[in-house]
């Protein structure tokens, strides 16, 4: 069982930076693939990033790639997205989520998510 509580969201303006967290409670955390993603209002929920469960390894949206970074810190428990040069088409609602099958960018492959935290990116 892992619970997954996200934070870091808010409104910035184009062009500007912010710093999502995931905290994670559970022994298993350092042993899951951590994705992040997200949905925007009428939307489908959208794959952002993952990282594998050692850090070594990170894949990225072709939005998003050269903009956002994931990280971990698997003694804090913690995932990380670091999201620059923000846009206002970035605007939705962020998820941290554990993967537990299938391809990494199906949502529908995670069985532990958050409860989302929201990034509002102003023109």
């Known amino acids: 069982q892992v619970q997954l509580v996200e934070s870091g969201g808010g409104l910035v303006q184009a062009g500007g930076s912010l710093r999502l967290s995931c905290a994670a409670s559970g022994r298993t955390f350092s042993s899951y693939n951590m994705g992040w993603f997200r949905q925007a209002p009428g939307k489908e929920r959208e794959f952002v990033a993952v990282?594998?469960?050692?850090?070594?390894?990170?894949y990225y949206a072709d939005s998003v790639k050269g903009r956002f970074t994931i990280s971990r810190d698997n003694a804090k428990n913690t995932v990380y997205l670091q999201m620059s040069s923000l846009k206002p088409e970035d605007t939705a609602v962020y998820y941290c989520?554990?993967?537990?099958?299938?391809?990494?960018?199906?949502?529908?492959?995670?069985?532990?998510w958050g409860q989302g935290t929201q990034v509002t990116v102003s023109s």
């Open positions: 990282i594998s469960w050692s850090g070594g390894s990170t």
């Open positions: 989520a554990a993967h537990n099958t299938g391809r990494y960018y199906n949502p529908n492959g995670y069985n532990y």
